[in-house]
T-cell receptor
Framework: SQELEQSPQSLIVQEGKNLTINCTSS?????LYWYKQKYGEGLIFLMM?????EEKSHEKITAKLDEKKQQSSLHITASQPSHAGIYLC??????????????FGQGTTLQVKP | DTGVSQDPRHKITKRGQNVTFRCDPI?????LYWYRQTLGQGPEFLTY????????KSRLLSDRFSAERPKGSFSTLEIQRTEQGDSAMYLC???????????????FGAGSRLTVL
């Protein structure tokens, strides 16, 4: 079965610094989702990547899917306290089929110090 | 569109009691999912519905768990004879199963946190 491994598990950065979170899959990714979660709350969708080499940006967050479609990275530029939270990568268990049954990595907890 | 609503947000119960969670999906979404998330882990898929039909149940869903979605609208997740190991966040999500790829992104509710004493 497919597994997603995120690194690092936790991260503390000074406000204004850049950071990168990685997500590595044991199998080819046909769709990779990035979500953000505030502690004790639900998941907020950030971005979805489908094609090898694809890159998407929203505000100061950029996500990339490598050419081999087995690794994704999430990069935050000039971090702010509002970026703090848990970042989760997810992939559809159905592979190329959009089943909605996602497997998730264990999450990366980000703290941003003012 | 008010998003996915879950109720209650928090529930504390004693071991052996039954609990029920409710989820109201986005109105035009025909698929509804339940996930469970324990502390420090990502969410795990439990079950999902297309309209009123329950199409799949994960092996994580023991016989003490039952989910329904009468009339294809809201859904309930009931846990009977709760155990301490059931303590977790129960997340509901919905999706419109047809349409553009962007339409296939799960929208999650805020979750129902269960604590079993």
């Amino acid at each position: 079965s497919q597994e997603l491994e995120q690194s690092p598990q936790s991260l503390i950065v000074q406000e204004g610094k850049n950071l990168t979170i990685n997500c590595t899959s044991s199998k080819t990714l046909y769709g990779l989702y990035w979500y953000k979660q505030k502690y004790g709350e639900g998941l907020i969708f950030l971005m979805m990547l489908q094609k090898g080499g694809e890159e998407k940006s929203h505000e100061k967050i950029t996500a990339k899917l490598d050419e081999k479609k087995q690794q994704s990275s999430l990069h935050i530029t000039a971090s702010q306290p509002s970026h703090a939270g848990i970042y989760l990568c997810g992939a559809d268990k159905g592979g190329s089929s959009n089943t909605g049954k996602l497997i998730f990595g264990q999450g990366t907890t980000l703290q941003v110090k003012p | 569109d008010t998003g996915v609503s879950q109720d209650p947000r928090h529930k504390i119960t004693k071991r052996g009691q039954n609990v029920t969670f409710r989820c109201d999906p986005i109105s035009e979404h025909n698929r509804l999912y339940w996930y469970r998330q324990t502390l420090g882990q990502g969410p795990e898929f439990l079950t999902y519905f297309q309209n009123e039909a329950q199409l799949e149940k994960s092996r994580l869903l023991s016989d003490r768990f039952s989910a329904e979605r009468p009339k294809g609208s809201f859904s309930t997740l009931e846990i009977q004879r709760t155990e301490q190991g059931d303590s977790a966040m129960y997340l509901c999500a919905s999706i419109r199963s047809s349409g553009t790829p962007r339409a296939n992104v799960l929208t999650f509710g805020a979750g129902s946190r269960l604590t079993v004493l």
